[in-house]
């Protein structure tokens, strides 16, 4: 719940921007692991959580941000929150575009297996999406209803 923590920090004409980025507005984005990461730092009961909070954007391959951490570098975890995240992100509207088919969602992550995703969360979470996605329609329904 608190990965994004650190948006809190990024200007809105950033984030609800409906055109693509510049590399400036990009960069800018890219601290946001960092900034949640201090946000909650000084809180006891969130010290668990940090290293999820300041690694779901690293990349399996190590091309990602903030430490471009790679493979088994990265925090279980947030190896693990890197694919909900990115699956939220290809499944809701965006102001820039449509939610993305389910077909293309599961195609995205057979293509970046082994890039961007552990291959062995991927291949799990594809693993769901085949057998029981009815079931994170329903949870997804229960908490978001407008979606």
């Known amino acids: 719940m608190f990965h994004d923590i ?3 920090g990024i200007p809105d004409s950033i984030l609800l921007k409906e055109t693509k980025l510049t590399n400036d507005e990009y960069s800018e984005i890219k601290n946001h692991p960092t900034i949640g990461t201090h946000i909650l730092s000084n809180a006891t009961i969130f010290q668990s959580c940090l290293p999820i909070i300041k690694h779901h954007h690293e990349r399996y ?8 951490l790679k493979g ?3 925090p279980y975890l ?6 909900a995240d990115s699956f939220d992100a ?4 965006r102001t820039y575009r449509n939610s993305l088919s389910l077909d293309i969602v599961k195609s995205e992550f ?3 297996k082994g890039s961007q995703f ?3 969360c991927a291949n799990a979470f594809l693993d769901i ?3 029981d996605y009815s079931q994170i329609q329903e949870i997804r329904a229960k908490y978001n209803p407008e979606q």
Do not use: F, Q, V
């Not at 391959?61 to 471009?68: F, H, L, Q, T, V």
């Not at 947030?78 to 694919?83: D, F, L, Q, S, W």
């Not at 290809?90 to 509207?93: D, E, F, I, V, Y």
């Open 6 to 8: 650190g948006k809190i």
């Open 61 to 68: 391959d190590g091309n990602g941000y903030p430490s471009k």
């Open 72 to 74: 088994e570098e990265i």
């Open 78 to 83: 947030a190896r693990i929150t890197a694919i």
């Open 90 to 93: 290809m499944t809701s509207k």
């Open 110 to 112: 057979e293509k970046c």
């Open 118 to 120: 552990d291959p062995n």
């Open 129 to 131: 999406l085949n057998n």
